[in-house]
């Protein structure tokens, strides 16, 4: 068969592979301190020693893009995981239990679901408080309702094949059934929901940290610099600049490659 | 008509739900409300004081059966920040919000249906690359950049629009656009994708076999049926409208629900954050149900699955 032509998961990935090298390599690179504050340079435009500029307390942009970086893309990969390892669990658990449980466990994501997704987040965060881990709570608390349902419906159709059938007639237990034969089957649609996910995930942080919820000062994160440089937009649009276009890049990589991990495995979102 | 009754009875757990879900959040989740509010060197006597006038001294059991006794009869507490009843203030902002809501779901529909019928009429023309080169920057824009960006081009620089605030339909167009944005190009993406394939449909080409050009086939025979999957998915996206509007309505300041709630998040006034988390969260209920009505309505074939 040719291999027919995928651009998508092509420039997907390239723009993911640039951000995860900026975000692993970056800080180490450019060793300007992303905390040191030098209020002579106070919102400084772009200039050799500063190359995006400084914020109103005179900190390098540069230098706390690429923390933020660091933070953004952790939060969000760190809540895909987490939110994809328990949905997974309880989607696959709940399938194979079938029965009442399945009901009551279906019931209670479609209750989680009856929530718009942000506004859950935005309450948990308010209530936990602002902090790393909490956000990760926050976020993740709700995450994990997708995956579930997901992998809910793929193991109940996977079930019924006869490679499924073979494995519990010679005595696998459900979890090795679950472990060994069912997920490597949800892979595939796994992997395109989490690459959607992390660029939502990148936004969500980015609202939350927006809303004075999320990553607090003076950490960086893309989505406190865009709040904080927010009061400056008429002097020194700059401030806001560079985490906008970090923030659309990254959620236009991953996007771009969850199009095209949806293409190559036929199905998706 | 028996449709319509299951769906409103299927309606009254998912809201009981939500009702428990919001008020287990606030009661159930680890840290103090009270200490929250009055702080962590506030003396013991004003922590109590302020724990009986909430409420929060009697076993949660009976703080439960009193917060669904006062829902029934609208009564959502008072605020402590304001000295109000939280659902006078409610009722203040939220037409605000549904304004914002429904004019951001109006500017999505009016970006995304041009966008989607070039798309589709050629795929893999000029015209489809650039209008969904135009839909993938649409998702990928973050709404709290798109704000900020549309009025430095349109409030400052160009002087069209005004900056912030709720007024005429003059204030109305930058935060419909901001919110509606990635809406929009998610709905152009779906109507071009269920173009391309209405178009390859058998019927399309009975109709061009008859004589009608491409563009009144495309108006009376493919458009129609290549509504259905839109309209579900527009369904399924506008409940994310309301939720948007929280953080439009905080750069555009406008008086919504949404700063309503962030005011209440800082001001630790949780009766009031309880009560905007509720709102929401109920309407984004009925709009999924109206959405399916709407849906039944226009394919007959839902009202039978089942």
Redesign the interface.
Known sequence: MKPRRNPSLIAGGAIVALIAAVAIFGPALNRTDPLAIDLGLSLAGPSPAHPLGCDSLGRDILARILAGARVSLGVAIVVVAVSMAIGAFVGGAAALAGGRVDGLVMRAVDIVLAFPGILLAIALAAILGPGLADLVVALGAIGWTGYARLVRGEVLSLREREYVEAARALGARPARLLWRHLLPGVAGPLAVQATFGVGGLIIAEAALSFLGLGVPPPAASWGNMLDSGRAFILIAPHLTTAPGVAIGLSVLGFNLLGDGLAQRFGRGR | MRYFARRLMALV??AL??VT??FA??HL???D?VV?MLGDYAAPADVQALRHELGLDQPLWRQYVLFLYGLAHGDLGESISQRASVARLIRERYPATVELALAGLAAAILIAFPLGLIAGADPGGPGDLGAMGFA??G????H??LG??L??VFS?DLGWLPLTGRGGFAHLILPAFTLGAALAAILARMLRQSLVEVIGADYMRTARAKGLGPVRALFRHGLRNALTPVVTLLGLEA??L???S??TE??FSWPGLGRL??AA??NRDYPL?QGC?LV??LS??VV?LLTDLLYSAIDPRVRLAR
């Open positions: 757990p998912v739900g939500v879900l919001t959040l606030i989740v680890p840290g409300p929250a993938i920057l998702i990928s824009v973050p709290l950049y900020p960006l009025m430095i400052l409940g994310a309301l939720t948007g929280i953080v905080i750069i709630m962030i998040i800082n954050v988390v929401f969260a984004y209920v999924n």
